[in-house]
């Protein structure tokens, strides 16, 4: 099945002839489905903190980062824009020359409340000697969509939406990236040091590398603290193989493999190599203006109090754990606590004994601490947050997305289309043990939760194999905490009009 020409490739990306295998197999069989027992509401499963408990917790949070404990804010960074702008490449390859869609007259009346206005002014005067009112009035309407999105314009149509101009302040233009520069301070620095950590594809790279050394001293000397800015790269060991329509492996017009991407569930890699203590993970797109970045602070602080909170009784319950032997009344209140603060329950505890329990409750505490914001459901794409059977039978707090949900199970359905919360990547991770050794992510990964899509390559059909996410699958033996965060949190820019809603004014 191999050739020498394969086994090169795979030795290359640091792939094993056994991963291979495993993931051809994958083709063949397919993924289960998980089993979901229930949505998870405010009354079950997502916290509603009161506001002296939210105070408490944002008290708790700035107590920790005076205590000399490793804090980075990771950034997933590393899609091309070229999805914010679907709509306006399909104007581009259209048969008519003004815009048609309500989404293309939009975009054109309301052009200059764009951060990026006065870049593609600049633009279009120098690839056409005029403004864009004056290409307007000539109805020369593509020029401007191709000035800004093609290589010889703006180039935003292949830039990572990390490196666009988001957001118009009086005084300056700001990119996404700068933006969570600005939060990081906000709520993630400690000991006079902000550490903010994008993954980044390789072709942008050095655009990213060149862009935070333009601006890191302007934040500094803003909020008085220096800025530890890193970046990493999916590795080449987590891309998959393509298939062909029979599960065989699908090869390029020269006889190689077909490697793709493996999704953002290969980023539990990059965690896995971040040393902190605790990890605010945020996407890129997810954003607001100063005006409205006093609030997803406060809910920021909030999250991670919450965590630390509740890692401080976990590291009281695994020392007691350490002891030679534990009451069945000690056993008791950490099953009751792990059954109710974190969400975690098997019926097959009651028929354990003291000794079988211990060690279960040792296992289920030994693991990685994550909190996540949940916003009421809009209507917006996201995981939902839902009770979830695990293969040892627990039932614990899981993010679904809707492939991991049986089509034709019409229970499981309803309760993915009823939830009342959705995920918007609003997470607070714990990443070291009681005694501050980091946990090795992978060994907490679902790795049944991937799921296969179609794709194609030159023409013709494939089949993709993603890995479980960063927030799904790849987190599905952690211990999870879902709270309920104001909408006002969650402000992504999927397309270019998103840019224009109120929340993205600054």
């Not at 795979?10 to 993924?31: D, N, V, Y």
């Not at 007691?320 to 534990?326: I, N």
């Not at 008791?332 to 792990?338: I, S, W």
């Not at 707090?397 to 919360?421: C, P, W, Y």
């Amino acid at each position: 099945m191999l050739t020498n020409q394969d086994l090169h490739q795979l030795s290359e990306k640091g792939i094993s002839q056994e991963t291979f295998l495993r993931q051809i197999e994958c083709f063949k069989q397919g993924f289960p489905y998980l089993h979901i027992e229930k949505a998870a509401t405010v009354s079950s499963g997502i916290m509603r903190p009161s506001d002296d408990m939210c105070e408490a917790y944002i008290a708790r949070w700035n107590s920790y980062k005076q205590a000399g404990k490793k804090i980075v804010k990771f950034v997933p960074a590393s899609g091309a824009a070229s999805r914010m702008f679907k709509d306006l490449f399909g104007f581009l390859e259209a048969d008519y020359t003004e815009p048609q869609t309500d989404f293309e007259r939009f975009f054109f009346n309301h052009l200059d409340r764009f951060a990026f206005k006065s870049q593609l002014e600049e633009t279009c005067q120098n690839l056409h000697g005029e403004k864009t009112d004056t290409l307007i009035a000539k109805g020369n309407y593509k020029a401007i969509v191709a000035a800004l999105l093609q290589t010889e314009g703006l180039n935003y149509g292949q830039l990572p939406k990390g490196l666009l101009a988001f957001h118009q302040y009086a005084d300056s233009i700001r990119t996404a990236m700068e933006e969570h520069l600005v939060e990081a301070a906000l709520y993630a620095g400690s000991e006079g040091k902000a550490k903010v950590h994008f993954t980044v594809s390789a072709e942008h790279l050095d655009l990213f590398r060149l862009q935070a050394e333009r601006v890191r001293e302007k934040y500094e000397a803003a909020f008085n603290l220096s800025f530890d800015i890193s970046f990493s790269l999916q590795k080449p060991s987590t891309d998959t193989v393509a298939a062909n329509a029979d599960n065989t492996p699908f090869r390029n017009e020269d006889g190689t493999l077909l490697f793709r991407p493996g999704g953002h569930g290969a980023l539990i890699e990059n965690l896995n190599d971040i040393d902190a203590d605790i990890v605010f993970v945020k996407n890129i797109d997810n954003v607001v203006p100063d005006r409205l970045k006093a609030e997803t602070t406060r809910w920021k602080q909030i999250l991670a109090g919450m965590l630390v909170d509740l890692q401080e009784k976990v590291t009281a319950y695994v020392e007691k754990l350490t002891a030679p032997s534990q009451t069945r009344e000690e056993l008791t209140e950490m099953l009751h606590f792990l059954e109710t603060e974190l969400s975690c329950r098997n019926p097959a505890t009651a028929e354990m004994s003291d000794e079988t329990l211990a060690t279960y409750l040792r296992k289920k505490f030994h693991r990685p601490m994550r909190v996540c914001g949940m916003v009421r459901n809009s209507g917006e794409p996201g995981g939902g947050p839902f009770f979830a059977q695990n293969a040892d039978g627990s039932v614990s707090l899981q993010i679904l997305e809707s492939s991991q949900i049986n089509k034709h199970d019409e229970t499981a359905v309803r309760m993915f289309s009823e939830g009342t919360h959705f995920n918007p990547v609003d997470l607070v991770c714990a990443l070291k043990d009681t005694h501050g050794t980091p946990y090795h992510l992978p060994d907490y990964v679902d790795a049944s939760t991937g799921f296969i899509s179609s794709k194609s390559k030159n023409g013709r059909e494939l089949k993709a194999l993603e890995l479980p996410g960063l927030w799904n699958g790849a987190m599905s033996d952690w211990n999870t905490i879902f709270v309920e965060v104001p909408a006002i949190t969650f402000n992504p820019v999927k397309t270019v009009n998103d840019l224009l809603r109120d929340e993205h004014k600054a």
